[in-house]
Every structure is written in structure tokens, then in C-alpha cells.
């Protein structure tokens, strides 16, 4: 089941703190952040486990919601370069298939 | 650091042409993916794989096969391209299938069937 990402497209200015949701109808057990910038691969950002074990990014941090059916990425203090699409990937169960979001496009202004 | 190689970067195939997709990685990993990305539609799974001789199919396998004869390489192919495959294809690789693990993706493929 696809996860759905909002919001699908977020303008900022340069400073500015950012909020990318990734919602499922079932309980998740991690969420795959990655970032693409356009003509580019998806790069890794971080993962969030069942039990709130974070890996990656030291700048960008997420959470789950008290059922594990949604996973929100932090983007604080935004820079030029954080501008692109951020993809969410989630897995229901340990070790199971990655499914991926349709997307959040963030354009950051100077 | 080669990391994951996709050759080549860009076909342009007519309907009913074949070819085959090739992925390198040199991180000795053991996963590997095949997604395509169509606008608006993130990254959908063809086919992965889980160690060399290997394959299982994804959400959208449909059209697509694939092989894993040596651990470094996994090939994507298409025996009869159909215009509903124009698509940028990724291939990426994991060291293993667990969830702590992140994928490494290649620089893609963009792929156009006339």
C-alpha cells in the first residue's frame, strides 16, 4: 500500500523550518527518507524505526504519531540546498519491502 | 567511488524492440532493486533481488525480467517494449534486506518508446 506524502509541494524561504508528512493506513515499522533533486538519484537522508532508532542526517530528524501511521520529517533552519523531492518509503513489517510515497517537492527562496 | 553504474543513460527503443538494462554496483552488497519513475508516481519496485541467482517480483513486474548471474550485476530486460515503458529507470542496492539498511541508487536510466 503506497504511503501518502503531504504536503505534495511546499515554498520557503531560505531560514525557514520545514514539515514533510508521510501517512499509512497501517501501523508502520520504519520510514526511508531520500531526497532528489531534479535529473538526479534519490539520495539517502535517514531512516526511523518502530522503536525511534534514527540513522543518517544529523540536520534532519523525524517522528512517529502515537499509532506509527504517520512519520513526519524535520527540516530545521532550511538551507538553498535542501531544495528537491523528498520520497518517504515505509515498511509494515521488519525487514519487509520498502513502498514508496509519490513525493514532496520543497523549493527553498534565498 | 563507482558506487551503482547504470548503462546506458539514455535509449530511445520503437514498440516491440528489446533490450536489456544493465546495474553495477562495486559495494559487494547483497539487495538490489529495479523502480521506474513516471511523474507524479514516486518510485515503483519491478523486480529485486536478494542475493546472486535470485529474483522476486515488485508492484509492477508486468513486461520486465530480470537476472542475477554474478553478485555485482543485475539485469533488467524488456523482450517487447511498449510505449507504457517510457520511464526513467533506477536501479539501487542494499547490503542486506534489513530495515536499518538504506539503498544507494544509480544515476538512472531515461528510456523512451516511440
Known amino acids: 500500500q503506497q504511503p501518502v506524502q503531504s504536503p505534495q509541494a511546499v515554498i520557503l524561504r531560505e531560514g525557514e523550518d520545514a514539515v514533510i508528512n508521510c501517512s499509512s493506513s497501517k501501523a508502520l515499522y520504519s520510514v526511508h527518507w531520500y531526497r532528489q533533486k531534479h535529473g538526479e538519484a534519490p539520495v539517502f537522508l535517514m531512516i526511523?524505526?518502530?522503536?525511534?532508532e534514527q540513522k543518517g542526517h544529523d540536520k534532519i530528524s523525524a517522528s512517529f504519531n502515537e499509532k506509527k501511521q504517520q512519520s513526519s520529517l524535520y527540516l530545521t533552519a532550511s538551507q538553498l540546498s535542501y531544495s528537491g523531492t523528498y520520497f518517504c518509503g515505509t515498511e509494515l513489517d521488519r525487514d519487509d519491502k520498502i513502498i514508496f510515497g509519490k513525493g514532496t517537492r520543497l523549493h527553498i527562496l534565498p | 567511488n563507482a558506487g551503482v553504474t547504470q548503462t546506458p543513460k539514455f535509449r530511445v527503443l520503437k514498440t516491440g524492440q528489446s533490450m536489456t538494462l544493465l546495474c553495477a554496483q562495486d559495494?559487494?552488497?547483497?539487495?538490489m532493486y529495479w523502480y521506474r519513475q513516471d511523474p507524479g508516481m514516486g518510485l515503483r519496485l519491478i523486480h529485486y533481488s536478494v542475493g546472486e541467482g535470485t529474483t522476486a517480483k515488485g508492484e509492477v513486474p508486468d513486461g520486465y525480467n530480470v537476472s542475477r548471474l554474478k553478485k555485482q550485476n543485475f539485469l533488467l530486460g524488456l523482450e517487447s517494449a511498449a510505449p507504457s515503458q517510457t520511464s526513467v529507470y533506477f536501479c539501487a542496492s542494499s547490503l542486506s534486506g534489513r530495515s536499518n539498511q538504506p539503498q544507494h541508487f544509480g544515476d538512472g536510466t531515461r528510456l523512451s518508446i516511440l
Open positions: 526511523l524505526l518502530k522503536g525511534g
Open positions: 559495494m559487494n552488497h547483497e539487495y
